[in-house]
């Protein structure tokens, strides 16, 4: 099973300034990443996937980048909508996993 | 607009058996795989199982494997996801999510969730 692991698991930002997550695979899962983002009482939405695609309707404040292991998320300018938990995803091999979560909060 | 709507979910006592459903609507259904992910309260998301677009392939996650059948009807737009022998540690919001592909890809889009509690 590829464990994925993602740092830190709660990020303190301010408004408008920028957010950087990190999520980390066991093992390689080349591109085949995705980033999803959950608001209290909702289900995940996709933002993120083939590690750096956004999804549609995806603001471009939000960026994806890394392949093989290591991988990033980065939201440029917190806007108020933003602060959420947020998951990495493998697809790339049998178990899918998911990694903890890093909640962003003010 | 794609829709993804569960049900079935509610209180079960340990060993007891539920069966979920969830119908899809707003995209080519048996084009896509189909699968549930769950949330246990105030915990991280766990896979559980995928159906191919043809249902002629499952997989399972191996806490689940033996004990949950996921199924699908293209006709009705539904896929299923019998759970049998439940355990106190099956409690969670199950999600019904779509894939990308036929066969893998990323979530793109998740129901709401409905809630199973094994509890006696």
């Known amino acids: 099973e590829i464990v994925m692991t993602q740092s830190p698991a709660t990020l303190s930002v301010s408004p408008g300034k920028r957010a950087t997550l990190s999520c980390r695979a066991s093992?390689?899962?080349?591109?085949?990443l995705a980033w999803y983002q959950q608001k209290p009482g909702q289900a995940p939405r996709l933002l993120i996937y083939?590690?750096?695609t956004r999804a549609t309707g995806i603001p471009a404040r939000i960026s994806g980048s890394g392949s093989g292991t290591e991988f990033t998320l980065t939201i440029s300018s917190l806007q108020s909508e933003d602060f959420a938990v947020y998951y990495c995803q493998q697809y790339n091999n049998w178990p899918l996993t998911f990694g903890g979560g890093t909640k962003v909060e003010i | 607009e794609v829709q993804l709507l569960e049900s079935g979910g509610g209180l079960v006592q340990p060993g007891g058996s539920l069966r979920l459903s969830c119908v899809a609507s707003?995209?080519?259904?048996?084009?896509?795989?189909m699968s549930w992910v769950r949330q246990a309260p105030g915990k991280g998301l766990e896979w559980v199982s995928v159906v191919s677009g043809t249902g002629d392939y499952t997989y399972y996650a191996d806490s689940v494997k033996g004990r949950f059948t996921i199924s699908r009807d293209n006709s009705k737009n539904t896929v299923y996801l019998q759970m049998n022998s439940l355990r106190a540690e099956d409690t969670a919001v199950y999600y019904c999510?779509?894939?990308?592909?036929?066969?893998?890809?990323?979530?793109?889009?998740w129901g709401q969730g409905t809630l199973v509690t094994v509890s006696s």
């Open positions: 999510a779509k894939r990308s592909l036929l066969v893998g890809g990323e979530f793109d889009y």
């Open positions: 707003g995209f080519s259904f048996s084009s896509y795989a």
């Open positions: 083939g590690a750096s």
């Open positions: 093992q390689s899962v080349t591109i085949n």
